[in-house]
């Protein structure tokens, strides 16, 4: 389903084995038509927030007057961006180092061995 | 002093019942070494003839086949001759292929030959099924017997829609056929019959290898596929290049792995997976290259992830001629490199719901 959902979201479907073998059952298209149902009951939709709700999240939003954080305060808070950002610049450096390996495989529940002359021969070269 | 004893057999005891359990779970985790109880399966077996044209291919002719359980036999004959018209005359290079239910007495005066078989099953289950097979080929003798021109009994294993050819005649000097057909044989071929409540189901794989260890960063590469019910699909990964070390020397090698997986899906809701790879190492230029290949079975939960390790080569070198590249490499401890790291295919199967 989840990549019927994609199509329908317009993302970029990369199995194409994938999406023939659900758009092969009903089930998928049947999916594929609940999808476009609720996208267009979604837009249909004109309810609105009552006058209230705006009023409280103003009231929330609002920056207090008068009051300014600390010079020091907002150097402290540039400082850790800043740290933050070199930190995810140099783990980033070490991914691409890494050849891509950042897109790893599940972890294995079970280890098999090839055994060398029993299960395993090699070619004659 | 009876505490202090005590004490020391309970640690041992301790001691011991931990080495236990990490001696089965060490065994748990290694299990599905190909000897695992996979279930049995119903075979489809045919026995068919091929003919060669003088001057064209080779097709196949008449078949007899038929679903047969562990431990069922069956006899099956098939009997061959030219078609001919009223008057008896040949009808161009047409041949027809007879498939008695009851294996006759005696081979038809205008049969060119006649095959009995009899085919037994030992056990079959995913991509392995054994079979006994007792054939016979049948002539016609002067008198109008018949008598055994050649046969042979043997066991045989063979891998799903595998074939075995069990017999060959020349067809270059007998009446009538030699200007039309080279030769005639006989063959076996052997599949397992889907159970039709699952013949429709679908299965994912989604496979991975990973290439880790010393000297390097890890690499990975990515196969998703979807098979049939018990249908064969084949991966071909995208070669693997890292530059290994040597003791003096270093060379860049490229790693490739292909092979094949099966799936079917069982009552129980569990899959069963056979898993064939072929691997390839080379240097980068026409060197040398060493390969092995090998073959698990094993059973699996829906979604379970299992790794297989494909082994590096670890050729002997001792007759190569002095100064070989392969000898050069594996002296200079190239190989030895190769063998620091691990080349495994990392394998999710699930069917699709």
Known sequence: ?125 | MDTRVEGIMVSVSRRAALALALVMAGGALTRGDGHEGLAPQKVHLELRTLATGVASATFPGGARGGELAVGDSAVWSLIVRLERDRQGEPRGCRYGVSMPSVPPQEVPEEAAHAWEARLTVRSATLERIELDVDWKRYGRDADGERRVVRGDACAITLGEGERRLLDFVWMREAPGWESCYDSLALELEAKVAEDPALADRRITYDLWLVDEGRGGPSMTRRWQMVGKQGEARDFDFEPLRRSIEGVRTQALLDTRVSGSVRGRLQDDGSLEVALQAHRTDSPDGPNWALGGHGEKRVRLLPGETVRLELPAPDPDVSHEPEGSTLRRDVEGGILAGLRERTVSLVLTSRPVE
């Open chain 1, 1 to 125: 389903m989840a990549v019927l959902s994609a199509l329908v979201d317009g993302e970029e479907v990369n199995d194409l084995a994938l999406l023939a073998e659900a758009l092969s059952v009903a089930e998928g298209r049947d999916a594929i038509l609940d999808f476009v149902r609720l996208r267009a009951a979604v837009r249909a939709d004109q309810s609105r927030p009552r006058a209230a709700f705006y009023e409280k999240v103003r009231s929330v939003l609002e920056a207090p007057s008068g009051r300014s954080a600390p010079r020091v305060l907002r150097r402290i808070a540039a400082a850790v961006v800043l740290v933050l950002a070199t930190a995810g610049l140099v783990d980033l450096g070490w991914r691409l180092r890494d050849g891509g390996s950042a897109e790893q495989p599940p972890r294995p529940t079970r280890v098999l061995r090839f055994e060398p002359g029993v299960d395993w021969h090699a070619n004659v070269r």
